[in-house]
């Protein structure tokens, strides 16, 4: 072999010598990397480190929940859970200065227990904004009905009616406790059997409680307005009572029905075919079809004439009011408590329950007015208006009326709380 192949034998032994030991110098280097530099795992906590939270202790105790059927009491439904009898008779005793358990009807509870079973803490929902609470401390056990903090909103309702105010109020969300009260505001002006027309509109300011975002119930009804084609019908609250845009008090002297949420089986007419007797005869009443034990209104304040069996009537009661009026009451079930010859009555006040007694085919009330001897057509006769606001209220009432007429017609939010609302009382 020349010197020539000498060296490039030369060349290459270098060659794979330097490659060979930059192998092995990277491996070294990575395995000191790893084995001194790698982060270590650490052994896990056998423990806290800092002291628990009040939440993270709750979250350390057993929790049993349960529900208090209608029928059944606080008592029954803890035994069924298994909870020890001397927790029982804690949980009672601690409640019993604050609960009337003859009156609770239903209601949540949850109980929390340490890891031994013992009892921690009670709470007790009778409703959403009565609620108790049984919690240990270093006295002992101690009872309290907890604050329950409710926010209040003014809001306007806006409906169409398309079959009744039932379903209208129902299609927007609202419960029958806004019907109730929309139509006792208006008893006097409207007849919520016959007025109500698919089309008619209404608009109501009332203020809803919430719970967060439960809706609790309703507060005051500030303003109504019920419209039919160009006539509008308004009331506005203003000292705990409802009065026109005039100023005049919506009570009147006479309801325009006797009862508050009923359809009305048969209207006035003097030639009607008798259900039972057969043949046309002239039928002087108006008939409100309701179930038997529908609590029955004066319409008006009077005094009883007569209470008692009246051949086809049933039993009826009699009521003499004055300005020679004189109202009938047909077909009852039974009678209103204390109701006899002679009994002074008031505008509202219960005389008698719905039923079907005399001649009748089901249960509904016969309805008659009379005036000097003769009967009336209750759905139209005109009673005289009610009492103006006092001269010196009129000013601030005024005033009042004007801002409610303007929520009613403005674009303001549907929703503000109270303290949104300013200088409306």
Not at 67 to 88: C, D, G, M, Y
Not at 132 to 157: C, F, H, M, N
């Amino acid at each position: 072999m020349d010197d020539e192949s000498r060296m490039k034998e030369g060349r290459k032994g270098k060659r794979k010598w330097m490659i060979l030991s930059g192998t092995i110098l990277i491996a070294l280097l990575l395995l000191v990397y790893f084995f001194i530099f790698s982060p270590k795992p650490h052994p896990p906590s056998t423990g806290p480190t800092g002291p628990l939270s009040s939440s993270s202790k709750e979250s350390q105790h057993q929790v049993i929940e349960g529900r208090v059927k209608e029928k059944s009491t606080l008592f029954s439904s803890l035994a069924e859970k298994n909870i020890p009898l001397h927790w029982i008779e804690l949980i009672i005793s601690k409640l019993k200065p604050y609960v009337n358990f003859k009156k609770i009807k239903g209601g949540t509870y949850r109980l929390f227990t340490d890891v031994q079973g013992g009892l921690v803490k009670f709470i007790f929902e009778a409703s959403p904004t009565e609620v108790y609470e049984i919690e240990k401390d270093s006295q002992g056990y101690t009872a309290q009905r907890k604050e329950v903090p409710l926010e209040t909103y003014w809001v306007k309702v806006v409906g169409e009616i398309r079959s009744s105010l039932f379903e209208a109020m129902d299609v927007i969300g609202e419960q029958d406790q806004l019907v109730i009260a929309f139509a006792e505001i208006l008893a006097w002006e409207i007849d919520f059997y016959k007025d109500v027309r698919e089309g008619d509109q209404f608009k109501v300011v009332v203020e809803k409680l919430y719970k967060g975002d439960q809706f609790i119930q309703y507060g005051p009804t500030h303003v109504v307005e019920y419209e039919r084609g160009d006539k509008k019908i308004r009331g506005v609250r203003y000292q705990g009572e409802y009065y026109n845009e005039n100023g005049i008090s919506l009570k009147k002297a006479f309801l325009k029905a006797p009862l508050r949420f009923n359809r009305i089986s048969s209207r006035f007419s003097r030639a009607r075919r008798h259900p039972i007797l057969g043949g046309v005869r002239p039928h002087f009443g108006v008939d409100y079809a309701a179930p038997t034990g529908t609590p029955i209104w004066a319409v008006a304040d009077g005094t009883v004439l007569s209470s008692g069996w009246n051949e086809g009537f049933g039993n009826q009661v009699v009521l003499r009011h004055p300005n020679g009026y004189m109202t009938y009451y047909g077909h009852l079930s039974r009678y209103g408590p204390g109701i006899r010859k002679g009994t002074r009555v008031r505008q509202k006040q219960i005389i008698g329950y719905v039923g079907s007694t005399g001649l009748s085919t089901g249960p509904h009330l016969d309805y008659r007015l009379g005036k000097g001897g003769q009967l009336r057509n209750p759905l139209k006769e005109s009673f005289p208006a009610g009492l103006p606001i006092k001269r010196e209220e009129m000013e601030k009432f005024q005033k009042r009326k004007d801002e409610m007429i303007a929520w009613l017609q403005g674009d303001n939010p549907s929703y503000k709380r109270m303290e949104e609302v300013e200088g409306l009382p």
